[in-house]
């Protein structure tokens, strides 16, 4: 048998500390999806036997997009388990030269042979479609799970897998999924009401979202507080416990916060330590053309004298 392990990339790297902290909330934090809850119940001890390891390896490829990075952490954390094997990563599944699919992970685990589906999502709730949406208005959760369920966890059975798991003497893979993310709401007291609902875990990473037109007035009720709120570039969305500085403000603009901003910032405490994860869009959302459109946006207005931010 030939593993297929992770590949080192040419690309800009995440320091350790970084990665250490991406590969805890992404081994450790709680699943979207209550059929993917298996991973950290499984191998409990890995973080204080491989946590050491993690910081000799020389960097982790920021690859720009949060998928890739995301199997990217999840293969570095299949090499350094010793209870994990790789088998094949990024098995292209064809049929008659039309590609029908890609097998994130084929491991070999205590348990068995199994097939592992990766996928690291954030979705904010739109109350008036009950539905929880991608922050460029196209993406639905519900979709994704429905397409994880019927497409994805399929390919473990696909003739093809079954006959090379014959051919290298293994037996059949039992197909996991493994739904990592955030859910972003737009008050604290917000529930989503479905039934399908249900299949989401109630002890997720969660946050708030809102327009960003409201944003100066946050501010303002997050000062009061004692809270201050840096953007976050996308890398550090997979990361816990991030330190937080106040943001900066020049000429009665948000410094850190370009014209078109939309994206995830997080908050704290005077102590650094993060509190809240707060995610900004355009007004128009969960339509996808004003989403598309919301370049046009100006600055946004700080009154720093206002926010207490000059004298």
Known sequence: MNPKGPSISNCDQLDSEQARETARW?????????????L???????WSTSHEDLASWGGIPDLGRI???????LARFISLSPNLRFIR?????????RTIGEIDFLVETPQGIEHW???TKFYLYDSASDAFIGANGKDHLKKKLEKLRGQQLSLGQHPQVLDWCREENLPEPDSYPLIKGRLFYRDQKEEASSDWSKELTAEGDVGFWLFREEFSDALLSWRKEGLSFVPLKRKEWLSRNLSCENIVVED???????RSFQGM??????SSEEIRRVYVVPRGWPDSKSVADSQDFGPLEVDPIRYGLRS
Request: hydrophobic share 40%; net charge negative.
């Open 26 to 38: 992404l081994v450790f934090s709680p699943t979207l999806w209550v059929e993917s809850e298996f």
């Open 265 to 270: 910032l997080v908050g704290g405490s005077t």
């Open 67 to 73: 998928g890739k990075l995301s199997e990217e952490l």
């Open 252 to 258: 009665g603009r948000c410094a850190d916060l370009p």
């Open 117 to 119: 589906e990766l996928a």
């Open 40 to 46: 950290s119940r499984r191998l409990p001890d890995w």
């Open 89 to 97: 990563k990024g098995w292209v599944i064809q049929d008659s030269k």
